[in-house]
Each structure stands twice: as structure tokens, then as C-alpha cells.
């Protein structure tokens, strides 16, 4: 069974993308201050993924994970979004180059039957960074699996052994997936890439307003965000990564 019961939650703040680094890193510092640890910046060009990872770097403590590190690895992030649906070589290679570089991955799973896909990946070429499986569940997209709880539940019997996980619901499926990821053990992942309402007929405010809500949820299940340093230890990366 995946590692449940963890004594905190790792928050994930992931912003809609602007183009610009300069409001994605301040939104970056006030998610720090209500206890996001990791960051998960846009796809873009390659330059600005190296000038917001500086940046980040620069005004925040955070763990910096990219959402598509394709061509982008010598930006040296923290982590990477790894997708499981993509093209079977590529991904061997991604995972590998992953591991030879100390990034940790976050391996995203839209459909559970993608579980499969990560399972013959670690049987066949090893383990990540570390030894830490983190994935990241991404429920309620159209033509992926719902964001619910009987879902998440089910997700968590299909993860491997040892196996950590957040997990986001899109849109209106935001705070089922929330209450049965703490209620399973899990993390959390909110922003305003996944998010547009608050509520019915209320529209997001910013990224600080959904993390908020999360941290506030984390501390009700006795489960509150954990520091950044805890955050490390959970993904397996203790210091900046160096290229």
C-alpha cells in the first residue's frame, strides 16, 4: 500500500500561467506565507523557465517542480511533472535522465489506468531519485477519471508499494478530491491552473485564496503543511539541483 498517515500535508500551489515571471513568483511568496512548499511553474520557453526558476530561487524557499521539463533539464528545477501517456521511449529516457540528475519526479496520472503504465516504468528501470514515488493524481479532466472519492480511493489501492501522492481536482471537483485526499493520507495540490470558482457563481480570487482553503482543511484533519525542509525529505531532494 502507498506511505498514508503522514504527520503533515505537502501543498503544491500551481498558478495559471500569465507569461510573466514577475506575477508568478509573487504569487509564489504569498502561498509560501499560508504553507505551500513546492511551486509548479508553467510550460514555456525555455529561457523564462530558467528566469523563473531563478526567481523563485531568488524571493522563495520553495521547491520549484516544472510542468513540462521537455528540453528544459538543464534549467536544473527540483522536480518535474512527469506524464504517463506520452510515448513509451521518451518516457524511459525522461525518467532516467531524471534520476541521473537528482530531480525528482512527480509521476501525473490523469486516468487510472495509467497506474499500470507506472508500474511496468519502476519494475523495468528502477526506482527515482532517492527511492521516492511520488505521484500526482489529476482528477476530473474530460476523457480522464472523475474527481471523486470513490476515485481517489481506488487510486490509492492501485499505488505502489511506498508510494506518496497529491492530488488535484479540476474545477468543480476541487473539494471532493481534497477531503478524500487528506482523509486517505494524501497531499494537496490547488491553484488557479486548476481552479476558476471558489464556489458556484464565485470566481477565484487568486492562488493565496485556494491555498488558504487547503492549509485550513490540512489543519482540520490534524494533518497541517508541512515546512519546506519536511517537503525535501518526503520527495527526496535536499538541496538545490545542480546541473
Known amino acids: 500500500m502507498p506511505r498514508s498517515g503522514y504527520p503533515g500535508t505537502l501543498l503544491t500551489v500551481a498558478p ?92 501525473e496520472i490523469t486516468d487510472l489506468a495509467l497506474v499500470a503504465v507506472l508500474r511496468r516504468l519502476l519494475d523495468e528501470h528502477g526506482l527515482p531519485v532517492a527511492d521516492r514515488v511520488h505521484v500526482g493524481l489529476v482528477l476530473g479532466n474530460p476523457g480522464g477519471s472523475p474527481g471523486d472519492a470513490v476515485t481517489v480511493v481506488d487510486a490509492v489501492r492501485r499505488l505502489p508499494d511506498g508510494a506518496t501522492f497529491s492530488a488535484a481536482g479540476l474545477d468543480g471537483t476541487t473539494l471532493p478530491v481534497m477531503l478524500a485526499a487528506l482523509a486517505t493520507g494524501g497531499h494537496l495540490r490547488v491553484g488557479t491552473a486548476d481552479t476558476a470558482d471558489y464556489a458556484d457563481g464565485q470566481p477565484v480570487r487568486d492562488d493565496v485564496q485556494l491555498v488558504a482553503r487547503a492549509a485550513g482543511l490540512a489543519k482540520i484533519a490534524q494533518r497541517p503543511p508541512l515546512a519546506v525542509a519536511e517537503a525535501r525529505e518526503l520527495l527526496g531532494v535536499h538541496s538545490p539541483v545542480q546541473v
Open 16 to 107: 495559471r500561467a500569465t507569461g510573466s515571471v514577475d506575477d508568478l513568483v509573487a504569487a509564489a511568496v504569498s502561498c509560501e506565507r499560508v504553507g505551500v512548499s513546492v511551486v509548479l511553474v508553467p510550460a514555456g520557453p525555455v529561457a523564462w523557465l530558467r528566469d523563473a526558476v531563478v526567481g523563485l530561487r531568488e524571493q522563495t524557499g520553495l521547491l520549484v517542480r516544472l510542468a513540462d521539463v521537455t528540453g528544459a533539464l538543464d534549467v536544473a528545477p527540483d522536480s518535474a511533472a512527469v506524464p504517463l501517456d506520452g510515448d513509451w521511449e521518451a518516457l524511459v529516457r525522461l525518467h532516467t535522465a531524471l534520476r541521473d540528475l537528482r530531480i525528482a519526479p512527480s509521476f
